[in-house]
């Protein structure tokens, strides 16, 4: 499978009996993507590998194979279960290098630059204090390397923290996990009450088959084909060959954007952005629509209005309202507005797994494992 995503949380701003807050996991072909990471991540990461462990056999998620936290934003909900899970970690003795990543605002990163105390204009839940703050308690650090990168994704601004020198690095981009080949992580501003962003995460096509039945016609050697598989062109028996005639059709670009918090369609988000699947906030009813604006939150049929926006193949509801008893209420209205757009409502431990294909499958979590339930077009 491409893209394999864990939903374990998706409540708004407190949980309840059935409901943890954000945190989610990206399993890609070169790693994992932690996006956010709300109060009591580690616990619920540990549950989810044991009940991967017990009912989907060949299926993981390591620890170790996570090479990104990413925060769509500050609010404790988002960020209180990272430091507990980044020191359990250090105690198991990991060595992986990890990238820690997030937006602040231009206030914090002027000051950051200058070597000078964050101004008042900074919040308490900018993450640029939070972190500051986190590694006072961590006191030693991390017997692992960290990458503490904070940015502005509206201007591509990204600075790089050193929380035992207290040097800051102005950085040419925003960097990339250790180890990310064929797929790659992009921050997308959104419109919140603090800095924030949606980070989507794409792969590259996979390349078409190689064609072994047109080498064999042409009597090739093992070394011929190897250099054809890689894209090189070569020289044949009877003139040149092009690596791509050895190629069938390549497969779709595949795309996973998690919005985070923010009203509808973010204004830095464009149509072009065409994402595979869009997991999008519902925080809000229809009736609740005036607080959504109030909050700058998303109600359920404003995600739809967002996925029609930037054109997703496919949209998943998540973090909604404690008032929300079920979430069926979300995708009702929600999929009143979607038309062929294929939409569901997550629950916790919730899985998507996207093929190679850009086919999206939603696994609902149950005790016996997961039961799958195919994103099909709305009728």
């Known amino acids: 499978m491409a893209i394999d995503v864990h939903v374990l949380g998706t409540a708004s701003a407190r949980p309840t009996g059935r409901r943890a807050v954000s945190g989610s996991l990206v399993k890609t072909p070169n790693g994992i993507a932690v996006i956010d990471a709300g109060e009591g991540f580690q616990t619920r990461f540990a549950r989810q590998r044991h009940h991967l462990k017990h009912h989907a056999e060949g299926v993981t998620l390591k620890p170790s194979a996570v090479n990104v936290l990413a925060f769509t934003h500050g609010h404790l909900d988002h960020t209180w279960g990272a430091l507990p899970w980044l020191q359990s970690m250090d105690l198991q003795g990991r060595q992986t290098p990890l990238l820690v990543i997030g937006p602040t ?32 308690l961590a006191g030693q650090g991390f017997g692992f390397e960290i990458r503490w990168v904070l940015g502005d994704p509206a201007t591509n601004r990204w600075v790089e923290l050193n929380p035992s020198s207290g040097e800051v690095r102005l950085l040419e981009a925003m960097p990339q996990p250790a180890g990310w080949t064929s797929c790659a992580i992009h921050a997308l501003p959104t419109d919140h009450s603090v800095p924030s ?31 054809l ?45 065409a994402p595979t699947l869009l997991i999008h906030e ?62 569901v409502a997550l629950n916790d431990g919730d899985r998507l797994l996207v093929n190679d294909r850009g086919e999206v499958n939603h696994l609902r979590r149950t005790n016996e494992g997961w039961s799958s339930a195919s994103m099909a077009p709305n009728r």
């Open 282 to 343: 519902a925080t809000y009813l229809e009736l609740q629509a005036d607080k959504a604006e109030e909050h700058l939150h998303s109600t359920a049929s404003g995600a739809v209005r967002t996925a029609h926006h930037i054109k997703a193949k496919h949209l998943a509801l998540t973090h909604y309202s404690s008032r929300i008893a079920s979430s069926s209420e979300p995708l009702g209205q929600a999929a009143a507005l979607a038309g062929p757009l294929p939409v």
């Open 229 to 273: 598989a890689r894209g090189e062109d070569i020289q044949g028996p009877e003139g040149q060959l092009e690596s791509s005639w050895f190629r069938g059709e390549s497969g779709p670009p595949l795309s996973v954007l998690i919005s985070g918090d923010t009203a509808p369609t973010p204004k830095a988000w464009k149509a072009n952005l």
């Open 105 to 136: 605002s231009c206030e914090a990163l002027d000051a950051l630059e200058a070597g000078e105390p964050l101004p008042d204009a900074v919040p308490p839940v900018d993450l640029a204090r939070q972190w500051a703050a986190w590694w006072t």
């Open 197 to 227: 962003c949606g980070w989507l995460i794409d792969q590259a096509p996979k390349p078409g088959a190689f064609d072994r039945a047109r080498a064999d016609e042409l009597g090739l050697n093992t070394k011929q084909r190897a250099r």
